[in-house]
């Protein structure tokens, strides 16, 4: 599975993006998908998660109530729609996928997935 991230850019605070990652090889229909994210000095962090199943979804704190990860399986590609941006959330945001056997699971943890996209900057002025 090949992932290309699209989407990122410059945005003042109070902004809003659309992610998106699109696959191209295998069917993405059998992985989990998640976004992560990785700001300058900082560790890369969970954002978001869905199963393939596309009913079960996990957020981080930070992002809760302001981005919504979505999936669309016959497209083969995964969104995050980012809403009411801070400049804390400045990083190269990346989506992941994980094959899995369980539907309706959510991974939250980075080595977990075995694709990674190559990443789109995200910039939020204040």
């Known amino acids: 599975v090949q992932l290309q991230a699209s989407g990122g850019g410059l945005v003042q605070a109070g902004g809003s993006l659309r992610l998106s990652c699109a696959a191209s090889?295998?069917?993405?229909?059998?992985?989990?998908m998640g976004w992560f994210r990785q700001a300058p000095g900082k560790e890369r962090e969970f954002v978001a998660a869905i199963s393939w199943s596309g009913d079960n979804t996990n957020y981080a704190d930070p992002v809760k109530g302001r981005f919504t990860i979505s999936r669309d399986n016959a497209k083969n590609t995964v969104a995050l729609q980012m809403l009411s941006l801070k400049p804390e959330d400045t990083a190269v945001y990346y989506c992941?996928?994980?094959?899995?056997?369980?539907?309706?699971?959510?991974?939250?943890?980075?080595?977990?997935?075995?694709?990674w996209g190559q990443g789109t900057q995200v910039t939020v002025s204040s």
């Open positions: 090889g295998p069917s993405l229909r059998s992985s989990a």
């Open positions: 992941a996928a994980h094959a899995t056997l369980g539907a309706h699971y959510v991974y939250t943890v980075a080595g977990v997935y075995e694709h």
